[in-house]
Each structure stands twice: as structure tokens, then as C-alpha cells.
């Protein structure tokens, strides 16, 4: 019924609750293809305007360096995400099914995850209630419920805690 699932991952142990899940559906056997992805949030240019200095401080020609080592630091952070992935996917290839690792930029998490989901096809979506937040910021917890919302297939929500 599922061959084809995505499996949005934010690092923390909220998110990765769906464990138990996953590798459930994996030993079923029916998922021919799973797609872990992880999305990185753009660092607002205002806010790393203002790390280590004043806005008002910042001159225009100091922007460009600025920007270069913004640049470093999100493919640094890229390079992360991915290697986290794949330590993952490596984790779980022992049950036969095609594992691939995603990592997306994109503004908004929830719209970024559902209109990947649909341009590729899934059949099913499974995500934790909460990620890198937890459940006092119910941060994530919007997140899941917004992708619920924006996606056009099933969306199987777990709800997890720190220590699953």
C-alpha cells in the first residue's frame, strides 16, 4: 500500500520517535523507496546582521564578507544534515529498501515538506508530533500539523518522546 514514504528528520530525539515506525514498515516489506528529509531554515539576513554587532553598526562593505561566511556556514550546516541522514539511512538499509537522503533550504518548514512530498510522488508521509523544540515550544507540532494541512496524501503523525 506504502512503497513510496517520507520521513522528515529535524536532529533531535522527538523526531526521530518514528523509529520504531519506520523500521515497521520497512520489515513489512511493501516500502520500496523511503526518503529521509531534513530542511534548513535560511538564517534571516537581519538577524546575522546583528551577530556580534549592532545593525545600525554594520557598514555596507563589510556585507559581502559577511554573506561569504554565511555561505561557509550554511554548507557547513548542509554537509551536517546530510552526513546525519545517511548515518541513518546506513541504519536501516539492512532491510532491503531503497533509502535516499534529502536535505532541502527552504523559508517555511511545513510548506517546504509538503511540496517536496507532493512534486515526488509519496505515498505516505511519517513525521513526529515534535522535533528539535519538544513539546513545551510545540514548535514542531505546528510543523506536522501544517504538512497534514498542505499535503494532498496520508500523513501518519507519532507521537514520541525524548527518551523513544
Not at 545600525?56 to 554565511?70: I, K
Not at 512534486?119 to 513539546?135: C, K, M, P, W, Y
Request: charged fraction near 20%.
Amino acid at each position: 500500500m506504502y512503497q513510496k514514504i517520507m520521513v522528515p528528520l529535524d536532529g533531535s530525539k522527538f523526531a526521530e520517535g518514528v523509529f520504531p515506525h519506520f523500521e515497521a514498515f520497512l520489515k513489512n516489506g511493501s516500502v520500496k523507496k523511503a526518503v529521509l528529509v531534513r530542511v534548513l531554515e535560511p538564517l534571516p539576513f537581519l538577524y546575522y546582521c546583528e551577530i556580534g554587532t549592532a545593525f545600525r553598526d554594520v557598514r555596507y562593505d563589510e556585507v559581502p564578507s559577511r554573506l561569504a561566511s554565511l555561505d561557509e556556514w550554511q554548507a557547513q550546516e548542509r554537509r551536517r544534515a546530510l552526513q546525519y541522514l545517511e548515518e541513518i539511512a546506513a541504519r536501516f538499509s539492512k532491510y532491503g529498501a531503497e533509502i535516499e537522503c534529502q536535505v532541502l533550504a527552504g523559508g517555511q518548514v511545513a510548506e517546504t515538506l509538503a511540496s517536496y512530498a507532493q512534486d515526488n510522488d509519496f505515498d505516505l508521509i511519517l513525521t513526529a508530533t515534535h522535533g528539535l523544540s519538544g513539546v513545551g515550544h510545540r514548535l514542531w507540532g505546528s510543523v506536522a500539523n501544517q504538512v497534514m494541512r498542505f499535503s494532498h496524501m496520508p500523513v501518519l503523525m507519532v507521537g514520541t518522546t525524548a527518551s523513544a
